[in-house]
């Protein structure tokens, strides 16, 4: 039987956690969110026989017995002992936290806890939440990844513009060099893309607009050269000068959009974090967050998105598929 998945629902914080604090509810949820496979019974891969599962350790255990024939040629019983934790797959697998506490320490990360309160929030060592924040990162960015369409079309009003990030001198006198990100905002829905770059030449920008922009779009930028060609390329382009004005008082463009875009950024982003190989992570919780800017929607959302970046252990449950 296939579990009904949750359409939609809304919590608070408090709510949540409250949630989390009741075992049965807290598997349910993971469960409609399709975060946790709770069948009652799997098939041991190795003899294709129904292991049970025991809530107390949390675990599968195949019982079957075979008869074998031992060293001294004497016929004994075997027990299989195939054993699987019912985490096996899933984002809780290889932690020695609890479901329970993890889904908390999520629950406070989705509602912006940065690091300083994630520690005095669940307790753990400074290093246990840099990890599980990395791995909530990793979540958004392989949605973001996997599931941001190209902006604009016919009709359409796309801003562009680069910005540098992360270009900090420390107090030991290390610099940090920094990471240029490019990125396009769609006026109307305010959707985004955002794209490290390595440089802000004319064929790295151009293969990126192409990538993300569709083609016949009013593309808005500042006057960097390297946009010089998009006229060519078959979108509609308006300049705005910035050495003279925010918005071009001919034909009214500008990019305050994406210019706060970045500002958005800019004040997201912890200073400590800024280190560029890490950026890509932070752009994409940033775009998680701008995505579901309500907190109520963010639960359900990002269980799904785990759901869907470890879909928990595809088995075959009892009565499904070979019972020949
Ligand atoms: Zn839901
Ligand atoms: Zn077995």
New binding site residues.
Partial sequence: MDTDI??????SLKNFLSMCENDDRLKE?LK??GVIDCADVIICPKCNKPCKFFERHNKYVCNTTTVVVNARNRRVRQRCGFIQTSRKNTFFSGSKKSVQEICQFVAFWLVGFKQEQLELETEWSRRTVVDWVSFCREVCFIIVRDHTEPLGGPGKIVEIDEAKFGRRKYNRGRIIEGQWIFGGIERESKKVFMVPVADRSQDTLLEIIKEWILPETTVMSDCWRSYDCLENEGFQHLKVNHSLNFVDPDTGAHTQNVERLWRDIRFDIPRFGRRSDNFVYYLAEHYFHRKFPKFTDR???F??YIAEVYPPTDTQHEGEGTSS
């Fill in positions: 949750c359409a939609g629902c809304k919590y949820f409609v969110h639960f359900h959302e269980f799904k």
